[in-house]
């Protein structure tokens, strides 16, 4: 089984900064994946970010990066120039990657983040 | 490419009322999955379902909810006999193969009265 913990509630970053969004996770697997998905006021989770347990170089997209400390159990997510757009709720998930149910994404809670101008 | 697309994206039902909603997944995905996701947390797991065959119901998925994908494209969810509990967001999401990444549809959300 795994846990994701999601300890901010929310955050606020100014505009064009740089923002780290804190993700924790416990797991029994040996392989894993790790994802952040973006979810505005519509409702649509958007796919950010992926990392495999054994990729060694930290996965970036754009402005987004993945800050992946595997003995920590962290998955941090850090959005770089922020940008109004970017105000959503961010939810880190994971899935065991060889288990039978990889299937089964579990959601942390998520965290509000609101970029002011 | 299109994305997954769900329908209706809002619902309002009266508590007993059985309502249904669709999902339609990228074209060429052929795992489907639904999540349910209530005020304040993360999605939850709901069921799986790999071309036709549904591979796991979770137990959030009482004897009121079914799911159907009975061509391997679309789905369907119905909940019968609406309870107020079940007012959540329910969500869909498709991969192309197990263990990859899953794209999600916007939403329907649903409030029984």
């Known amino acids: 089984a795994q846990k994701i913990t999601q300890t901010q509630p929310g955050m606020f970053v100014q505009e064009k900064e740089a923002v780290t969004l804190d993700c924790t996770y416990d797991t029994s697997d040996q392989s894993y994946g790790l994802f952040w998905y973006k979810q505005p006021s519509s409702g649509e989770m958007i796919f950010l970010i992926y990392?495999?347990?054994?990729?060694?170089q930290n996965a970036t997209e754009g402005r987004y990066s993945l800050n992946f400390q595997k003995a920590r159990k962290s998955a941090n997510l850090v959005i770089s120039a922020s940008q109004l757009g970017d105000s959503a709720m961010y939810f880190c998930a994971m899935f065991g990657a060889y288990t039978p149910s990889n299937y089964k994404l579990t959601f942390g809670k998520g965290t509000l983040l609101t970029v002011n101008p | 490419d299109t994305g997954v697309s769900q329908d209706p994206r809002h619902k309002i039902t009266k508590r007993g009322q059985n309502v249904t909603f669709r999902c339609d997944p990228i074209?060429?995905?052929?795992?489907l999955y639904w999540y349910r996701q209530t005020l304040g947390q993360g999605p939850e797991f709901l069921t799986y379902?790999?071309?036709?065959?549904?591979?796991?119901k979770s137990r959030l998925l009482s004897d009121r909810f079914s799911a159907e994908r009975p061509k391997g494209s679309f789905s369907t969810l119905e909940i019968q006999r609406t309870e107020q509990g079940d007012s959540a967001m329910y969500l869909c999401a498709s991969s192309l193969e197990q263990g990859e990444t899953q794209y999600f549809g916007p939403g329907t959300r649903l409030l029984v009265l």
């Open positions: 379902f790999q071309n036709e065959a549904q591979l796991e």
């Open positions: 990392q495999g347990s054994y990729d060694e």
């Open positions: 074209s060429e995905h052929n795992r």
